[in-house]
């Protein structure tokens, strides 16, 4: 569960009912914050807002109803209160039926708002804690389809995912190439209450430095040689949502300052603007570096790490978690064999035991590309480096650990019947219990 503080935005035109309704909440411990107009109370209120909205139906500008429609479209569980005269009740009472929570008329007793405040407060701590609830089982049980694998280190990883998924702190993602970077990125996205906005990806090393700057923050008509028309970049396209930054480690330092003030202000400029235009948006950032150590050595800001590094997840290297290696070949090749309509080859004895003794310097991805050859018939263990060529240890361990993972998949199928698993491997059960204790897998 967060145990981010939940807090009235109390939206008031008139100074002195602002600071009467915040000195009320404060005497009773409720934290508050105060704007005088609709337009403001809009921008404080992002997809993660921690809290509920007090607001008069009279404001500047944009009035409290139509304040309330727009912010039940951006979340329809946010607790709306709204302040009348005497002449509005007529508008208050059709203002329930729009999904306000409870109104108040003018001139009301302090004690009167903060009943309704902690009412409101306390259904939108409920509301909030159920619906996270709600996205960590689903989160837990599509994890298992999406990030393959039964090793220690995938299944730590999952769970980690399901526990931060619905947080609104950054994340920095280290790993490999084609460890999985994106994906894990994805199901962040996913199973977090951002989930309907926008997912934005932009690799920040597949980009010259020239364009970079717009691409990610924006630009107005004419602000540089051929920018012909505004551009939204890809942090406002974010906006609600989550932002994925692959490689950060190659941004130029002159844009790691622009978007630590982003993460900082939650706000930002166009290229070729003055103008200030709020931003609500997750980064989760990913990187095959040492973000630390290039900080120390100056090629990286170590206070955009500090930032991003909030939360880690480090996705571990294909051969340091083999036995996953046969189950995620598995996949991939029923991926393949749908895709190019036609029967999935058989994986004989020798290419398992090939494909464990692998190191997979390109990961997961590297195993994919070989799942598509072996789908296709092709010759895939010359093509890919792989076959007898190991030297001969590693290929014994390979052996050992194709033998463990197909151990742990029979138990795991017959529940941890010994003897109905010895029957499916065709084994003596005796034989299988040594083993499960050979492999610790009892």
């Excluded at 931060?164 to 994906?183: H, M």
């Excluded at 046969?326 to 035991?353: G, K, V």
């Excluded at 138990?411 to 219990?433: D, I, V």
Aim: one cysteine or more; hydrophobic letters at 45%; aromatic letters at 4%.
């Amino acid at each position: 569960m967060s145990d981010e503080k939940l807090r009235v935005l109390v939206v008031e035109d008139d100074p002195h009912v602002l600071l009467g309704c915040q000195q009320a909440l404060a005497l009773e411990d409720i934290d508050s914050d105060g704007v005088a107009s609709a337009e403001e109370a809009l921008r404080r209120v992002g997809a993660d807002f921690p809290g509920i909205v007090v607001s008069d139906i009279r404001l500047p500008g944009m009035d409290g109803l139509q304040l309330l429609a727009r912010l039940r479209e951006k979340d329809a569980q946010l607790p709306v209160v709204l302040i009348t005269g005497h002449g509005d009740i007529a508008m208050a009472v059709q203002a329930m039926r729009d999904g306000a929570y409870d109104f108040m008329e003018k001139p009301f007793a302090p004690e009167r708002l903060v009943d309704v405040a902690r009412r409101a407060l306390e259904r939108r701590r409920l509301s909030r804690e159920i619906g996270q609830l709600r996205r960590q089982l689903a989160g837990r049980q599509a994890l298992e389809a999406r990030l393959i694998g039964r090793s220690p280190a995938m299944q730590a990883l999952r769970e980690l995912i399901a526990n931060v998924a619905d947080t609104s702190a950054n994340v920095l993602i280290e790993g490999e190439t084609g460890t999985g970077k994106e994906l894990v990125a994805r199901c962040l996205h996913d199973y977090s209450r951002r989930q309907p906005k926008a997912f934005v990806a932009l690799n920040c090393g597949g980009l010259p430095e020239s364009l970079i700057d717009s691409e990610i923050f924006g630009h107005e008509a004419h602000a540089f040689t051929g920018a012909g028309k505004r551009r939204i970049g890809k942090i406002e396209h974010a906006d609600g949502g989550s932002l994925f930054l692959d490689e950060i480690e190659s941004m130029p330092l002159n844009l790691q300052i622009k978007l630590l003030r982003v993460l900082q202000e939650h706000q930002l400029e166009r290229l070729g603007s003055n103008q200030l235009i709020p931003v609500d948006c997750r980064v989760i950032a990913a990187t095959k570096s040492d973000l630390a150590a290039m900080g120390r050595e100056g090629g990286f800001r170590s206070d955009l790490y500090y930032r991003l590094n909030v939360i880690t997840l480090q996705l571990p290297p294909l051969r340091e978690r083999r036995e996953d290696i046969l189950m995620l070949f598995e996949h991939f090749l029923q991926q393949s064999s749908l895709r190019f309509d036609r029967p999935a080859p058989a994986i004989d004895n020798a290419t398992a035991a090939s494909l464990m003794a692998h190191d997979w310097p390109g990961n997961v991805r590297e195993l994919r590309n070989v799942a598509e050859r072996f789908a296709l018939g092709l010759p895939v263990l010359a093509a890919s480096g792989l076959g007898p060529d190991a030297s001969e240890p590693r290929f014994a361990e390979a052996v050992e650990a194709f033998e463990r993972s197909l151990l742990q998949a029979a138990l795991e199928r017959h529940a941890g019947n010994l003897s109905q698993a010895a029957a499916a491997l065709g084994m003596a059960k005796t034989t299988l219990f040594d083993k499960v204790k050979k492999y610790g897998l009892a």
